[in-house]
């Protein structure tokens, strides 16, 4: 114990071993405090998994693009968080006019279904134009060549997108078919947020059956594995990078409209930021790469961050402990990089992938 | 013939372009003085919210200015007037932007700002070291006008304001709550910003004096979007009323996600200025009716008529409640740029900066839209104007949230209604 490969006592490694204990000895004895306490009641803690959850299949969605596209290129896409609000922004726009044409709410679900569609056609256009203009030329650079790239995407599509509709906040109508809640004696669970759920479930298998059971799925799994074969083998790898890009915007901006139903106000050119980090550390929770360990980092994420500063934060009596929620959420991040620094689900990458 | 070195010549003419145009017009103001020459406009800075989530504040102080300014068809002793407009933000960042480009002009007489408490932190600073001076239309923060620096104060010299100070909006709100909505525990949210945080406190502070109960004293990041956290601790403490004066949107998230929250049913909602603006019920939706909000509330002959100069004007009415702020403020600086400008023969202007704030702090009693205004010394209210009469409660109803309407109804007006036998509000 505390000893490295030849033997001698490692204070890395004594140290690493003395946070994991303190960090886990801090979640349990918070979580105990507050459990024991009540005061949080049954109804109240669904309550918070319920939004967490729902929150959490927004981040496993916008996940989904980010280790689709580290899966196939091995780059982390920093400009997936702007696809997610080309997406949000631009069907504001149609559910706006179905809100006041009456559609919205006289044929809620098809009105949903046209907006999904629209903003996953505006993410993925958006999606492929920023892999065909600003990441292909740079194919074979070194990896901190696109990763800078990637960052002066996002910000030249924040300021594109402000300059196209405004820097006003702007709320997505909302639908009176979701409106409501589903009672269980004391246990109330918003219509919005297991509308929201179920949605990202399909979206996710869909993705799943997609990636496992069609011929192009095939081919971004070569891709994904050794491109110089595939190559050899007849696939086009341009083309399957750009197909790649393509379902992880219109993922993104099916989850840019699931986020307008679930949360309908903050949609501006600034949306994609903070959800496009915490994407990217559910993907790296999950195991970058690996597509259901996004769908898992993203809900994990969004649980965490929900009930974390109640159980964990209040009762180790830390003050504002809300304020504190990405620190709980990032602390997470850390505890399961320092038990399994692959992630919940990842496989221990090659030298070559790593 | 004899000759004359270039550089004697030279040295001449630079001295000669240095010296003043006439013998009365001498600079003696210990700050320097903004020369005006024949001919060139008077330069009046603003500092205000052009972009970003509150930039209706922006736009509803901006007509307040430019209203002013057209009443005096945009001259002032002879020479046109200019508005030099920078775009403050509301962030302290903002704020020390604009005052550093203001300051950098030497022409400016003075400037109208910041909207945000934020943006007047990043430029107090600047403003008051450049000699310049300063009249903000929607600061409302405590801290703005207290000079203890040790205290948390933030107020140097140059820093005027027109809006209310939020002790007294806070104090106000507190009682409003205890007497009128017979409210026995509080809650107070804040997001860690001057404005925010000041508020909540003088809130907080003056309902526990009432005997209320403060149960709950918590805050949000800017940039949240999940309420439900914060919410469902709140719900633990179950107050009567939580006082929210966040901005938009995490002001709009916070109300809307109330209503998922078990154990708030019966908890009423009362926000502060800054959701004060059409925007708040038009984006919070169904959930905003029924939440008090507290803002500016002007009304007399003078300020009807400005309402109608605005709706001929701009078209439409005011987007929010401070444009009468707005037109006192430039009102206050450009009689305080008649009051110490130095007329020369040729018509030039030499305006000392120290005379320029001594003669803004002199106000006492002006008769401005907002109420008689007098600018105090003594801190906690340093460089404040405002009488704190100015100030409602209004209630969102159904009309805000789905035809437009704006503003909300009143129901408490501070300065007419009396809180003894009092009744709650309507509900």
Known sequence: MFRNKSGEFSWVDFTIDVLRVLIVLAVVVGAWNTLSSGRISLAQWVNLLAAGLSQGSIYALIALGYTLVYGILLMINFAHGEVFMAGAFSAFFLAEALNRTGFLNEQPLLSILLMFMFAGLISMTVAVLVERIAYRPLRGSPRLVPLITAIGASFFLQYAFRGLYGSNFKAYPQVRALQGALQIGDISIPVTQIFVFCSALVLMFGLHWLVERTRIGKAMRAVSENKEVARLMGIDIDWVILFTFGVGGFLAGAAGVINGLFRPQGVNFYMGFIPGIKAFTAAVLGGIGNIPGAMLGGLFLGVIEAIGPNLVLAGLGIPGANQLKDVIAFTMLVLVLIFRPQGILGERLSETKA | ?427
Not at chain 2, 56 to 74: K, N
Request: charged letters at 15%; proline letters at 6%; aromatic letters at 6%.
């Open chain 2, 1 to 427: 013939m004899t000759k004359v070195s270039p550089i004697i010549l030279i040295l001449a003419l630079m001295v000669g372009t240095a010296a003043p145009a006439g013998a009365d017009s001498a600079c003696e103001d210990p700050l320097g003085c903004v020369e005006v020459p024949h001919g060139d406009p008077v330069a009046v800075g603003a500092m205000l919210v052009v972009s970003g989530a509150v930039n209706y504040l922006g736009e509803d102080t901006l007509g307040g200015v430019e209203l002013a300014l057209l009443d005096r068809e945009y001259t002032l002793l002879n020479h046109e007037i200019e508005l030099v407009l920078e775009d403050s933000l509301c962030t302290a960042e903002g704020g020390q932007t604009a005052a550093q480009r203001l300051a950098a002009d030497p022409t400016i007489v003075g400037a109208i700002g910041t909207n945000c408490s934020s943006a007047a932190q990043g430029a107090i600073p600047i403003i008051s070291e450049s000699g310049l001076l300063m009249i903000a239309p929607s600061n409302t923060s405590p801290s703005l006008t207290n000079s203890d620096i040790g205290a948390g104060g933030s107020h140097l010299p140059g820093y005027f304001r027109t809006s209310q100070n939020g002790l007294i909006e806070g104090m106000r709100t507190a009682e409003f709550a205890k007497h009128v909505l017979k409210a026995k525990t509080l809650a107070t949210i804040h997001d860690g910003d001057p404005y925010t945080s000041g508020l909540s406190q003088a809130v907080a502070e003056t309902f526990a004096d009432l005997d209320g109960g403060v149960v709950f004293q918590g805050a949000v990041n800017k940039g949240d979007t999940d309420m439900s956290s914060i919410l469902t601790e709140i719900a633990v403490h179950q107050p009567d009323v939580i006082y929210v004066p966040l901005f938009e949107p995490e002001a709009n998230f916070f109300a809307a996600q109330m209503q998922y929250i078990a154990g708030l049913e019966d908890t009423t909602i009362i926000g502060g200025a800054a959701s004060f603006s059409s925007g708040f019920p038009e984006n919070t939706g169904e959930a905003a009716i029924g939440i008090y909000v507290s803002g500016p509330l002007v009304s007399g002959d003078a300020y009807d008529r400005l309402l109608a100069q605005w709706l001929d004007e701009y078209g439409s009415d005011p987007p929010s409640g401070y444009h009468a702020h707005a037109y006192d403020a430039t009102n206050l600086l450009l009689n305080a740029v008649e009051a110490v400008a130095l007329v020369n023969e040729d018509g030039s202007l030499l305006i000392g900066r120290q005379a320029m704030r001594d003669a803004v702090a002199a106000t006492e009693g002006y008769p401005g839209l907002t109420g008689r205004l007098t600018c105090r010394e003594d801190s906690p209210f340093a460089g404040d104007c405002s009488p704190g009469t100015a100030l409602a409660m209004f209630q969102i109803t159904e009309a805000e949230v789905y035809d437009d309407n704006w503003p909300p109804p009143v129901v408490w007006n501070f300065a007419t209604d009396s809180f003894e036998d009092a009744r709650p509000a309507r509900a």
